[in-house]
Every structure is written in structure tokens, then in C-alpha cells.
């Protein structure tokens, strides 16, 4: 039963949204554009029943080819009603990574927002509450691209001691 | 950071936050910060209060914010698992569970049936332990401080076991991709089947403990009550839905690891309030305890690991007669197994809500992104919907039903 | 003909005043609660019944840091984290003694990225340093016992 409502959505996102359709391992993505995201996740709630938002996240394809687009934003949608899970894709490019805002639709995506801007520096138009949720909030950067460095503290050899040693300035121990 | 500040000054994150009458000064600005007894962690909380009722309540997160995500992105998939225990680090097997769940599922391989079998034991064990935490600090926050020790000793129990078979007590990292590290030893049976018989009267004296006890009542009951369109609406998911009404259980809809063949039931409560978090929560480890039972009825004899050398080490024995041994156990150590093209998304049922991961691989040794999808997250955003009306005294019983993990919000 | 030998049978003892204070110090020092992560669940379960903290006179973990002795960071300390750590540790009054449980505490631990400080000794003078992720609650208390050794050689004129 879940399959056939799922085809059904599938089908009609396809036709109105000119979604592209891939199936791996079981699963079923929708590759929209950015704009038409809102209406499209509207009509999958009130049409076909898919009233829950399990995750949303991004990936950075830095540094990218052309049509592959630098940011991809993932939606993963679920329906209590007839337990079938969709997931909703669109590709941002690098210059001014926008899209609108899910909020309307979804409540929870509120956070899961924040947390894209935070991670990945993508805004969001109309967003309520756009400011940084993890990193402190005068914190410069974003960490999650894959440009930002990792930020690790090298292993402390003999030969780099001292100058590790600055960096911890209340350390009692062997100086 | 000021040591100093002009009283009712605002900092500029949270004016768009707060009230008009917070600016007027009529309302009182209150920080429980990120240092507090009861917060269950680093949360801060911004209560804008009217004498003792609560106007807003603005939840802060990001106080244990680690980088798993991209400290896992410049690991191997094998190595990258050590970092999922602490995500939530009260349920750990879980962690590792669907992260294991998500690989398999990406790279389709196999898993034994004797190793689906300890999998599902291993994680309702890890969920008995998370509760019984849960109902100790719980318990703590609201003024019973003797159930805090019984639910300890219980949990020690589990913590042997834990220990018994794979070293650790608590970041265990047991499960592996294509099955277990290892297999169970000989004195686990006895001292699980002995845990199972022991358990349920625990369970029935804690119970004794609480529920007839006025004071529990009284601050339990029709407190920080939510119904289950706006569960729903928010993406609630666990405990907090099943105290709805609704019986939701991932065990059930979409089953993983050998779980269709066990016979459990989903409890649920329909006051949606601290009270039927606690009900559901206290049923639900009686039905690990029934599904632990059954595990442990029905574990087949066979390998704990998965064959496949493309991803799964060989034994150390078959090094030294087998050239392809050698050869995959090179491979996977220097440079590590490369999953094929492609994303996933899979969940399993933690004991805080549903726990999920995505997983896209680009065909490398390291993940191109792993991103979990953790409850305390999501379940932390209706905390200024329970709260709003309520009296200052009752936001620590609401977050303590909540049972949130800041390891896992903030990732 | 010392005063011990002439007095010692009604009940009287003589030390060196060092000695005592140092004595009283060890014998109920008050932890501050500052579990942040999972070492802060071990902190919990070595407080619980089985391993039992409280016979070392640290059964109340004071919520205030002004009302304690001994801070145990238990956990990973965070850069929004990090400063109010800080503040935490100025507004307990001396004397103060800083155990660094854990792994992530001590060095950085598993996590060696922007987010983390590698050591909480970036932030805060530590004393006893606990390896583990997360530390037995033997570990702990063996810290806690190799912490009451070194408060025992501490001289007076540290805290004068």
C-alpha cells in the first residue's frame, strides 16, 4: 500500500515539479530546483500524506564539476500514514548558495537550517531565526565545507615541544 | 567574555527572541546555564519569566559541539567508527548499530543470523541501561535521590556484561560492518539469563518507589503535556510520541536486525504529559527484557562476521597459510575498502527517539558525508512549546522527561 | 621528656600544623558538578552504590562553584565551552584543585579538530591528569587518591 502511494507521489512530483527521479538501494530521491522546494514539500504534505521531517542536511562537492552544483540540500520526508519515506534534493552553486526556507511547511526544520548555515554558510530567505546554533556565535567560517581545514594540533615530537607548549600556558607538568 | 555586564542588557543574538516586555523591563531575563544540576548536560536556557510563569524559554545549544561529522570525514569508514559511540553516549551499540546499518546497507553486504541475534542483544541492553540512567537522574531532578542509587546498581549489572565481552564498558565500538568483532564468551548466557530473571522485579520495585508516591504525582501529571498532531507537526519521534498515543515503534514499522521475528509489544499512555513519558519508558525496559529473553532463546549457532574479505578482515590464524589473506588484511589496513557510489539513509529505534544516518560515499576509503540524524535535536525544539505557562519549577521535570543527551544535539 | 610523652595519656597529640591543615583538606573536599560528556556518566556511576565516592567524603557534588574545592572537568571542552569553563574556575575561592578526567580532557582525546581544546590545560592549571575513555571508577578514585598524596607534601605558605 505504502509503495503504490509512494509511485503516486512520485509520479506527480515528476510531472508538476520536473523532478528527476533516482532509485538506489530501496530509496527514492527527487532532484527538484531550489525555488519550487516549498510548494513541492506543501503538495507532498497536504496531497500524499508525507506530514513528517526526518533530517535535513547538506553536502559540499568542493571542489565541483560544472553540472553537479557545489551544495546539495537533502530533505528526508516521511509518512505516518502510510509509512513510506521520500527524499527531496536540490543542487546550490558555489557563488551565492541560497534557497527558501522549509519552515512554512515543516516547523522542525527550523533548526536544521540553522545548523546548514552554520555548517555551510547557505542561507535561507525568510528564515525567522537565522543565527549560528553550534559554533559560538562570533565564530568566523564555516566548518563544514570541505575548504575549511580540519583544525588538528600536530603530534608533539622534540622537535616542535616548545612551541606546542605555548599553547598551554597552565600546564604544570614537564616543561 | 565580559565578566562584567550592565544589568538588563541583551546581547544582540537574542533580541528578535524576546519579548517587548522583556525590553521594557517588566519581565525578567534568567539564564540556566550551561553549568547547572539539572540540565543533563551543557544546555543553556534563556527564561524570559513574568514573576514565576515562564513567558518564552530560549533553549542554547552547541556548548559540546565536537566536529564528528568532519573528524569522520577525514577517517576510513573503519576508523571513522570509534567516533560514533560518543555521539550518544548513553546509548552506544546503537550508534555503532546504525552506523554499521547504513554501511551494509550501502555496500549490500551480508550479515550472519548469530550476529543479528547478539546485535539485537547488545542494543536492547544498551537501551535498558539508557533508561535506567534516564530514570536515576530523573528521579534525581525531581527529589528522589534513592532511586538514583537502584538504578545504578542495575546498571552496573549491564556494564559487566558489556565488559564481559568486549573489553569496555561503555564505548564498546562491538558491532562491526558485517557483523561483530567477536563472538560472545562461554559465561555470557549464564549471567544474562540470570539478569533476565532478576530484572523484572527491579523493574517492579522502582515502580513501587515512584508512582503511588504524591509528590512524583503532583509533578508529573498533566505537566508539560503535547499532543500528537504537533509530535507529529515537530518530527517527534520515540518515548515522547508513544506517550501520545501513538504506538510507533521502528522495531515494528520498519524493522532491522532479526527484529520482525520477536514478539514484543509497543506500550503507550495517552496523556501526553511527564507521567507518560515515565509509564512508557519503565514498560518499554520490560519489553526489553521480553525481547532479550527471546534473543537469547533463539540464537543460532554460526559465524559472528560477515565472509566478504572485500570489507571484512581475515583471522589472524589464516595469515600465514593464505597469499589472499594476506593480501585483503594490506588493503583493508593501509588503504581501507571503498563502498560503491552513493547515498543512504537508514534508522534505527534509540531509546531517545529515532536515531539515523545519511550516508554518501564517493567511492574513496574516507566518507564523502556522514550525517546523523540525532532525536535530542529535534526533540529539543518544542522545549519552549511545553514549557510556555508553566512555573520555573517545572522546566526541570519537563527537560528531564525530554531526555535529552547534549552528545547527541550537538553532535 | 616531650610534652606527648608527659601528656599523651589524657588524649593530647602533637603535629607539625602543616601537616593537619593539609590532613583536613584531604578528608571532605567538595566537587564541583561539572560533568559535560561521558565521562560525566562514569562520574556518576563511581558516585552510585557500587563504587562509592562518598568515602571520601565527596558524596555532595556542589552545584555552585563558590561552595567547592575540587573540580572534576569530565568530558570534552567545546570553544563556546571553553571561556565559561574559565569563569567556573575563577569563582572558586582557594584553596582549588583541578582534576582533568578523561581522555578528551587531558589531551584532545579522539577528537583532534577546530572544535576541541586539546587539553583543558589551555584553559585551567590542572593537577591530576586521568587517562581513559572514559575512566573506570577505579581510575577515578586512584586519581583522587594520588591528589590527596599531593595535597599532603603541600606547604602552607601556598595558600598564606
Redesign the interface.
Given at each position: 500500500m505504502s509503495e503504490e502511494k509512494l509511485h503516486a507521489a512520485v509520479q506527480a512530483m515528476s510531472e508538476r515539479f520536473e523532478a528527476e527521479v533516482e532509485v538506489?538501494?530501496g530509496?527514492t530521491?527527487l532532484f527538484l530546483a531550489a525555488e519550487k522546494m516549498p510548494a513541492a514539500a506543501a503538495a507532498l504534505r497536504d496531497e500524499f500524506g508525507f506530514?513528517?521531517?526526518?533530517?535535513a542536511?547538506a553536502?559540499?562537492y568542493w571542489p565541483e564539476t560544472p553540472d553537479l552544483g557545489r551544495f546539495h540540500v537533502?530533505y528526508?520526508l516521511f509518512s505516518?500514514q502510510h509509512?513510506a519515506?521520500l527524499?527531496l534534493r536540490t543542487r546550490l552553486d558555489n557563488a551565492n548558495p541560497t534557497m527558501p526556507t522549509l519552515t512554512g511547511v515543516?516547523?522542525?526544520a527550523?533548526?536544521k537550517e540553522r545548523e546548514m548555515w552554520d555548517m555551510f554558510g547557505i542561507t535561507f530567505e525568510d528564515h525567522p531565526?537565522p543565527?549560528?546554533?553550534?559554533?559560538?556565535?562570533d565564530?568566523e567560517g564555516h566548518?563544514?565545507r570541505k575548504d575549511?581545514?580540519?583544525?588538528?594540533?600536530e603530534i608533539q615530537f622534540t622537535f616542535n615541544f616548545d612551541e606546542i607548549n605555548q599553547?598551554?600556558?597552565?600546564?604544570?607538568g614537564l616543561r | 567574555m565580559l565578566d562584567y555586564r550592565e544589568p538588563n542588557e541583551i546581547p544582540e543574538?537574542f533580541r528578535?527572541?524576546v519579548s517587548e516586555r522583556a525590553l521594557r523591563g517588566e519581565t525578567m531575563l534568567l539564564n540556566m546555564g550551561p553549568q547547572h544540576p539539572s540540565t543533563h548536560g551543557v544546555l543553556r536556557l534563556l527564561l524570559e519569566l513574568d514573576g514565576e510563569i515562564i513567558v518564552n524559554c530560549i533553549p542554547d545549544?552547541?556548548f559540546l559541539?565536537t566536529?564528528i561529522?568532519?573528524?569522520m570525514e577525514?577517517k576510513r569508514y573503519q576508523q571513522a567508527e570509534v567516533m560514533t559511540d560518543r555521539i550518544d553516549y548513553m546509548n552506544n551499540a546503537m550508534n555503532n548499530l546504525v552506523y554499521c546499518l547504513a554501511l551494509e546497507?550501502?555496500t549490500?553486504l551480508d550479515v550472519p543470523l548469530r550476529a543479528q541475534g547478539i546485535r539485537v542483544i547488545v542494543a536492547e541492553l544498551t537501551r535498558l541501561s539508557s533508561h535506567l540512567l534516564w530514570l536515576g537522574t530523573s528521579g534525581l531532578d525531581l527529589g528522589a535521590m534513592s532511586i538514583f542509587m537502584y538504578a545504578f546498581r542495575e546498571r552496573e549489572l549491564i556494564l559487566d556484561m558489556l565488559e564481559m565481552i568486549s573489553g569496555q564498558r561503555m564505548m564498546t565500538t562491538y558491532i562491526r560492518p558485517g557483523g561483530l568483532w567477536r563472538d560472545v564468551p562461554v559465561e555470557f548466557e549464564d549471567t544474562l539469563r540470570n539478569f533476565i530473571k532478576i530484572m523484572p522485579g527491579r523493574i517492579a520495585e522502582y515502580r513501587g518507589l515512584l508512582e503511588k508516591n504524591p509528590i512524583f504525582r503532583d509533578r508529573t501529571i498533566s505537566i508539560g503535556v503535547i499532543n500528537e498532531e504537533e509530535c507529529?507537526?515537530?518530527?517527534i519521534t520515540g518515548p515522547i510520541l508513544r506517550a501520545t498515543g501513538r504506538a510507533?515503534d521502528l522495531r515494528k514499522?520498519?524493522p532491522y536486525s532479526g527484529y520482525e521475528q520477536y514478539d514484543f509489544e509497543i506500550p503507550t499512555h495517552d496523556g501526553g504529559d511527564i507521567f507518560g513519558r515515565y509509564f512508557v519508558r519503565v514498560n518499554e525496559m520490560l519489553q526489553s527484557v521480553r525481547i532479550l529473553e527471546q534473543a537469547l532463546d533463539k540464537l543460532p549457532y554460526g559465524p559472528v562476521r560477515s565472509t566478504n574479505r572485500k570489507y571484512v578482515p581475515p583471522p589472524r590464524a589464516e595469515l600465514g597459510v593464505s597469499m589472499e589473506a594476506l593480501i585483503h588484511h594490506f588493503k583493508l589496513w593501509t588503504e581501507g575498502f571503498k563502498p560503491p557510489v552513493?547515498?543512504?539513509?537508514t534508522?534505527v529505534e534509540g531509546s531517545h527517539g529515532?536515531l539515523?544516518v545519511?550516508m554518501?560515499s564517493n567511492g574513496s576509503p574516507k566518507p564523502?558525508?556522514v550525517?546523523f540524524?540525532t532525536p535530542s535535536?529535534?526533540n529539543l525544539?518544542m522545549l519552549p512549546l511545553l514549557t510556555r505557562g508553566r512555573f520555573v519549577a517545572d522546566v526541570v521535570g519537563i527537560i528531564a522527561s525530554i531526555d535529552i543527551v547534549l552528545g547527541d544535539c550537538?553532535? | 621528656m616531650g610534652l606527648e610523652q608527659k601528656a599523651g595519656d589524657m588524649g593530647i597529640v602533637t603535629a607539625r600544623l602543616e601537616d593537619v591543615v593539609n590532613w583536613a583538606r584531604t578528608r571532605a573536599m567538595w566537587p564541583a558538578l561539572f560533568g559535560l560528556a561521558c565521562c560525566a556518566i562514569e562520574m556518576m556511576a563511581a558516585q552510585a552504590a557500587n563504587y562509592d565516592m562518598s568515602r571520601f567524603g565527596m558524596e555532595l557534588m556542589r552545584a555552585s562553584p563558590r561552595q567547592s574545592d575540587l573540580m572534576f572537568v569530565a568530558g570534552r571542552v567545546t570553544?563556546?565551552m571553553g571561556p565559561v569553563l574559565r569563569r567556573l574556575y575563577n569563582q572558586m575561592p582557594d584553596p582549588k584543585w583541578v582534576i582533568s578526567m578523561g581522555d578528551c580532557a587531558s589531551c584532545?582525546g579522539v577528537f583532534?579538530?577546530?572544535?576541541i581544546f586539546?587539553?583543558v590545560?589551555?584553559?585551567?592549571?590542572?593537577?591530576v591528569y586521568v587517562a581513559g575513555c572514559p575512566p573506570r571508577p577505579e581510575a577515578l578514585f586512584h586519581a583522587v587518591i594520588t591528589l590527596h598524596e599531593k595535597v599532603k607534601r603541600e606547604k602552607l605558605t601556598k595558600y598564606a
Open positions: 538506489f538501494r530509496e530521491t506530514d513528517n521531517l526526518l533530517d542536511s553536502l559540499d537533502f528526508q505516518m509509512y519515506m527524499r515543516y516547523p522542525n527550523n533548526w531565526d543565527r549560528r546554533i553550534l559554533m559560538p556565535y565564530w566548518p563544514l575549511y581545514p580540519l583544525g588538528y594540533e599553547r598551554k600556558p597552565n600546564a604544570k | 543574538e528578535h527572541l545549544i552547541g559541539h566536529g561529522e568532519k573528524n577525514a546497507k550501502l549490500e507529529i507537526r515537530w518530527g510507533y514499522v520498519r552513493g547515498s543512504v539513509y534508522a529515532e539515523g545519511f554518501e564523502m558525508r550525517h540524524n535535536f529535534i525544539q550537538d553532535r | 570553544n563556546k584532545g583532534n579538530n577546530y572544535a586539546q587539553g590545560d589551555e584553559v585551567v592549571p590542572v593537577d
